[in-house]
């Protein structure tokens, strides 16, 4: 794993068989990238792939590390919910059947058409 002592670019880690490099955002980074977007006045932040936070702690910083860093520093206090409701259903639904009625025309090709109308 290698970071920037600058803090100008984001850590990456590689090893060295050859293979290709892998860039990535860690609390610290996104700290920056969030720092950036304050001092710019841009919009906001959108972050990629959330699933790629670390929602079950396992490196031990915190549930969602870094969706955590950049709301912190966009000052976003609390995160959003979810709220469900529930329609009680001990009360029946009555239902009324609405009236129609079906008639058959005859297009000026000769053709029928059959139309249903619903109100009378």
Known sequence: MVQDPQGQMGPYAFTRLNLPWVGYDDPAFAT???D??????????????????????VCGDGANPIQTAIARVMGIVQPVTTTTTTIPTTTPIQVTPVPTTTSTQSSPNGTLIAVKTLFN
Request: no cysteine.
């Open 32 to 34: 920056v990238k969030s």
């Open 36 to 57: 950036y977007i304050i001092a710019k006045g841009l919009g906001g932040a959108m972050v990629w792939d959330v699933s790629l936070d670390d929602f079950a702690n």
